[in-house]
């Protein structure tokens, strides 16, 4: 597949990239490791003038601890995140949805920032141009109707990191630098809950740090997909829980993530929190699987991972 | 556009070229060097085909850009035999019967290559788990997996 003419530049520092950002008033897009941007591309779905390459950006590398938070660098890839000593040990979610993220060589090129501000996806949206023209613009391509829900006045489509689901069950938050200067955000702000345009960042604004309190945890992540690799999910549950007070996240269905406090550790409490995610789920048919089927997987999916994270607890 | 100067290193020769900036490695690759073993089947990442090593590491040759690997190290299926001799996973895979239509053969191959060069003794599970970031049409996966397991048995001394 042939991609669309644009400009290539290397930004040497996140100042330089914002610069450049600016220089390209607004027809720019950042690119990391491109497994979910070119293919976007290519496809005609953004369409760039420049792509401000930020792999050159050593600050954007680094990955340690530091009083008492666990620091990482956006650009750190998948890979190496995951094979990170802390991981497994202090963050059981996240370490099982690191490894559940796509495959191996995806990981090995793909950016934990990259992952978490990743499009939105949808079975009628992520086509060709032509496929798309054939069948007529959505919300998310600027047109006006959803193609999978008639008469809907917003977009469905879902969000697909793996990753955001754990992090924000470990209270995960994030440093972003823009045009307007530098600022600070829990991880759920981010996303506006509109799948025409997902995020609550600023234009120009790039994500420099992402940082997770060092605490050990006890927790599970459990995907729904077809296969068991490669695949996007159909619908994640990420649970951690610390100091006897669980955080449930159940993403995949919609364009946000939907995050409950799991207060009561009984088997009481779990089936009253698997219950509310599978009541307050709004799955539509715009996956491979059924709506039906992921909605009650919501209430499956949480109770096993809740069982599981307590089970490790012990 | 404007074209951009890139050098980088593949199957040990030291090449350059002027590209676009929207050219893909995957291009680069078949179109001006003739290296035709990397396949493009689904151009968007999901399927492997394309994957050749950079700088040791497997890429999705079709994700990336050129001008990103300015001054990189690249090795594709060409560079793998020595001397005229195959490398031993191309014996293996050969031996094995892991390849039927061969599409998929060249991916699969660097995808394996790469898993050796890091882990010279891998456990079945180890490859499967590997060999899943690519994807067989014809879905030939078990004798895929014998091959790159009966490579590492014969040990693959690197290179």
Redesign the interface.
Known sequence: MILPAFEYKKAEDVASAIALYEKAKGQARYLAGGTDLVPLVKLRLSTPGTLIDLKGIEQLKTLSSQRGSLVIGPNVTLFEFKNHELVRDYFPALWESLEATSCETLQMRGTIGGNLLQNTRCLLYNKSLEWRTARGFCYKMGGETCNVVPKATACFSNYCSDNALSLLSLGASLKLAGPEGERKVKLEKIFSGNGRDPFTLKPGEILTEIRVPLKKSAGAYEKLRVRNAIDYPLLGVAVSIQDGKGRVCVGGIGPAPKVYDLKDLSGAGLKEVAEQARQEARPVANTTLSAGYRKKMVQVLTERAIKRAMKEGK | ??S?KVSFRVNDEPVAFQV?????LLETLRERLDLIGSK?AC????C?AC?VLVDG????S????T??VDGASITTVEGLARDGNLHPLQESFMEKGAVQCGFCTSGMIM?AKALLDRNPKPTQKDVV??M????CRCTGYKKIVEAVLDAAAKGTSKG
Not at chain 2, 43 to 46: A, Q, T, Y
Not at chain 2, 132 to 135: F, P, V
Request: proline share 9%; aromatic share 4%.
């Open positions: 556009m404007k951009i676009k900036p929207y050219e893909t493009e151009g968007l990442g999901s492997g994957t590491i497997p890429l999705r079709c994700l990336v850009l001008p990103e995808t788990k590997t899943s970031s690519n994807i």
